[in-house]
Structure formats: structure tokens, C-alpha cells
T-cell receptor, first 111, second 112 residues
Framework: AQKVTQAQTEISVVEKEDVTLDCVYE???????LFWYKQPPSGELVFLIR??????QNEISGRYSWNFQKSTSSFNFTITASQVVDSAVYFC????????FGQGTELSVKP | SQTIHQWPATLVQPVGSPLSLECTVE??????LYWYRQAAGRGLQLLFY??????ISSEVPQNLSASRPQDRQFILSSKKLLLSDSGFYLC???????????FGSGTRLTVV
């Protein structure tokens, strides 16, 4: 069975701090995709990144970066120099045919 | 371009009343379609998914059902709502199930 674990329920940081959101997954599939989504207070899900299981290259997009390590089944997300607008719930998700979400991490960035 | 429509945005229904939430996709054919629920707290739970017309897979036994009467239409229903059915319902589509997923804007359902 597939499972995604986001052990951090809530994180609170002060603006400009770096913050890393952890994600650990379980799957027996050899081909799968991992995702990160952002859910602001309005509720919609905002797509951030998709990574396939054969691509372990880390990715950077502006202040966002992702570290994918198959050896530890982790797909961690780092926000550098956090801003108040980064405050949201962040979900890690996994699919091998149907998208399964972690429980989410609520990030609060204080000015 | 592909778009997904979900309505209504908010809904308040009494216990025991029926429910029908509709989701439609435009600009694509034979999409995989999904219904998720986000109850109090934050977890997004997969309720149903469909890979074709009339094909529905249920992930969690519950008071809800789903139907796919047309290729790009996915309906979530209940004959009698329970208080525990309250939550935020999201529809999504994916071309293959392992590619990208696009989510609707969601329906916030409150059962009173």
C-alpha cells in the first residue's frame, strides 16, 4: 500500500528564516511520481512540483528547493528566506495511479 | 486548454437531505477523475476515482456514492447526509493517473 507521512504538523518561523518541510513515502511501485502542493486559506490546491521516481536531481525554483532521495524514501521541501505569503498548509503526495496525500504541514511565517 | 469546473462553491444542507455535487472537465478526453474530501483538520482523503464512463472505484466505505454518466462529468451524491459528511470536497482530473493532476476550486459542505 502507498503511504505518505508528513511528521511535522505545524511549523512557525519568523520571516527570512529558512524552513524545511519533511516528507517520507512508502510504495512498492518502481515507477511513481511525487508532488508538493500549497493550500492557502482560500482552500484551493496550488501545484508546486512533480518529480518522477527516476529523476533524483534536486530542483530549485526561486526560493523553493526540493531534495529527493530514493535511498531514504524522502522528498523534502525547503523555503529559503521565508515570507509571510508563504503561510499555508503544504501537502506532499504520491501517485502510482491514484494520488495519495500526506496529512499536511501548516506553515506560519510571522513578520 | 483544459479546465475543471466544480460547483457549488459552498453548500449548507440539513441532516438527512440528499446531496449532488458536480464536476466537469473541458478540453480533454477520457480523463481520470477523482473526488477528495478534506474534513476538519487537513488530510485530503481520496473518496472515489474513475478511469472511464461508468467505472467507479471506491476507496473508503461511507455514506457517499459517485457516478460518471459522461466522459467528462463526475458526480458525488448522497441519499441522506450525515453531520460527518461536512467538509471540503475537491474534484480533480489527470490524463493518466501518473502525470499531472488538476484540482477544482472545491465545495465547502456544511451539514446542519
Amino acid at each position: 500500500a502507498q503511504k505518505v507521512t508528513q511528521a511535522q504538523t505545524e511549523i512557525s518561523v519568523v520571516e527570512k528564516e529558512d524552513v524545511t518541510l519533511d516528507c517520507v513515502y512508502e510504495t512498492r511501485d518502481t515507477t511513481y511520481y511525487l508532488f508538493w502542493y500549497k493550500q492557502p486559506p482560500s482552500g484551493e490546491l496550488v501545484f508546486l512540483i512533480r518529480r518522477n521516481s527516476f529523476d533524483e536531481q534536486n530542483e530549485i525554483s526561486g526560493r523553493y528547493s526540493w531534495n529527493f532521495q530514493k535511498s531514504t524514501s524522502s522528498f523534502n521541501f525547503t523555503i529559503t528566506a521565508s515570507q509571510v505569503v508563504d503561510s499555508a498548509v503544504y501537502f506532499c503526495a504520491l501517485t502510482g495511479g491514484k494520488l495519495i496525500f500526506g496529512q499536511g504541514t501548516e506553515l506560519s511565517v510571522k513578520p | 486548454s483544459q479546465t475543471i469546473h466544480q460547483w457549488p462553491a459552498t453548500l449548507v444542507q440539513p441532516v438527512g437531505s440528499p446531496l449532488s455535487l458536480e464536476c466537469t472537465v473541458e478540453g480533454t478526453s477520457n480523463p481520470n477523475l477523482y473526488w477528495y474530501r478534506q474534513a476538519a483538520g487537513r488530510g485530503l482523503q481520496l473518496l472515489f476515482y474513475s478511469v472511464g464512463i461508468g467505472q467507479i472505484s471506491s476507496e473508503v466505505p461511507q455514506n457517499l456514492s459517485a457516478s460518471r454518466p459522461q466522459d467528462r462529468q463526475f458526480i458525488l451524491s448522497s441519499k441522506k447526509l450525515l453531520l460527518s459528511d461536512s467538509g471540503f470536497y475537491l474534484c480533480a482530473w489527470s490524463p493518466t493517473g501518473v502525470g499531472g493532476y488538476t484540482f477544482g476550486s472545491g465545495t465547502r459542505l456544511t451539514v446542519v
